[in-house]
């Protein structure tokens, strides 16, 4: 075997991991944008894989994902948090959340869903997120809107839980 062969070998014996991502969208009462896909049962917030073939990075995914979803094309702000979420029946998954700010009332009017993953959206108070986001990806959404609140660096998670160090 040459060097590029073992190294090649090495390469596909390595453990797979997913990369998602998912955008926070906000509106001037603090509310979080949640969308209902068709897929699958229960409330996301906009976002989806990163297609990591095309050379995608994680930020370009979640803009690409969220402007095709929702018709929602914008500059992307911080990272408030990435969670490693274990895997049951899948590879692990790293999660990464971006901030999408506050948006004014009428670019909620402009919101076109992507009809053939996407059902509805609707506007989801803080204290009303763990009904609609159950498990890693209600507390990922509340640490995420922690980080907001208190101006903090992103969080680290796992399994949506904070990774104190």
Known sequence: MTTTQDYATYIAGLPRVLAATAVL??????????VEPNYRDGWVLP??????DDGETPR????RETAEETGLD???G????????????????????????VLAEDEFGA???????L?????VRPGELADHLPGALGRRVL???????????????????????
């Open 60 to 63: 370009q995914g979640a803009r």
């Open 74 to 76: 914008r500059e992307l």
């Open 119 to 123: 059902l509805s959206w609707r506007l």
């Open 25 to 34: 969208f906000r509106d001037a009462e603090g509310r979080v944008l949640l």
């Open 47 to 52: 976002g989806g894989t990163v297609e990591s």
């Open 78 to 101: 911080r990272l408030l948090a990435v969670d490693w979420v274990h895997g049951t029946g899948r590879p692990p998954l790293v999660a990464y959340l971006y901030d999408g700010g």
């Open 111 to 117: 919101i076109r869903l992507q009809e053939e993953e």
């Open 143 to 165: 640490a995420a809107l922690d980080v907001l609140a208190t101006g903090s660096g992103t969080a680290e998670l796992e399994n949506g839980h904070r990774v104190d160090r």
